[in-house]
């Protein structure tokens, strides 16, 4: 009953517009100081564009949009089958997001101190080639094998679509932190997203008219007694300058 089928194609971009609304009527709250809320409407409102313009015929599917690990349950019984709980997100959107959102939750760790870990729990191209071919394999009617080129065409598009997603949980994020009585630091979560929109946008080679927007810090780093970062959310930054992402003072290339 929590499935909202009636969710069309535009479900995704309207949103990203409902949430970021939403969020800059808050503009005056002291914990979205260091969003720079009005540069990031320029960069959303310029992400859009650029990325439908980059996915042109990427299909549209009925998505699950929140595949992270906690809503994916498997029979400890035979067959082992797998379901999905929690439709909360779900709606018709291009398919590069739905699978841009599943490679982003193998990062995800909800209960550690690095939520976000791109690092040590990414996904690698190798492994995401294999999953699409097996995807796409599973289809009914798919009598060849999927060519070399559709997959790295599918792979360009979730690249597009992996900023869409971090700039996605990244605003659901504030939203959260102004509207949800969950004990969860949100304002941290988008940080790491939005840190993590910005490396991707540029390992892309993109960008924008609001290329100055950045995230600042909303904590002070957590540090051992030698005064060195604790591993931990507080120790991911991202220098937009040197377009280095760093893992507590270690630049990172993945």
């Not at 409902?18 to 310029?46: C, M, P, V």
């Not at 490679?103 to 699409?132: H, K, M, P, Q, T």
């Not at 904590?219 to 959310?233: E, L």
Request: a negative charge; charged letters at 25%; glycine letters at 6%.
């Amino acid at each position: 009953e929590d499935c909202p089928f009636g969710r069309g194609p535009d479900f995704l971009w309207n949103a990203l517009s409902s949430w970021y609304e939403s969020i800059e009527r808050h503009a005056a709250d002291t914990r979205f100081e260091l969003f720079n809320l009005a540069e990031l409407g320029k960069e959303l409102q310029w992400l859009v564009e650029k990325v439908k313009d980059e996915t042109k015929g990427c299909p549209v599917v009925l998505g699950h949009n929140d595949l992270q690990y906690g809503n994916l349950m498997q029979n400890t019984r035979e067959p082992h089958d797998v379901c999905f709980i929690d439709y909360e997100y779900s709606g018709y959107v291009p398919l590069a997001f739905e699978l841009a959102n599943f490679f982003a939750e193998f990062s995800a760790d909800y209960d550690a101190d690095v939520v976000c870990d791109y690092v040590n729990r990414g996904v690698s191209e190798v492994e995401r080639l294999s999953f699409y071919e097996q995807y796409l394999m599973a289809r009914p009617n798919q009598a060849e094998d999927v060519s070399e080129k559709t997959l790295k065409t599918l792979d360009a598009q979730v690249s597009a679509y992996m900023l869409v997603n971090h700039m996605f949980w990244g605003l659901w994020g504030l939203l959260q932190t102004v509207t949800s009585t969950i004990e969860f630091n949100f304002a941290q979560y988008s940080t790491l997203r939005f840190e993590r929109y910005l490396f991707d946008k540029d390992r892309l080679g993109w960008t924008s008219p609001a290329s100055s927007w950045t995230v600042g810090s909303v904590v002070t780093p957590k540090k051992d007694t030698d005064g060195t970062p604790k591993v931990g959310i507080d120790a991911f930054s991202y220098n937009p300058d040197a377009k280095v992402f760093t893992v507590n003072g270690r630049p990172q290339t993945d």
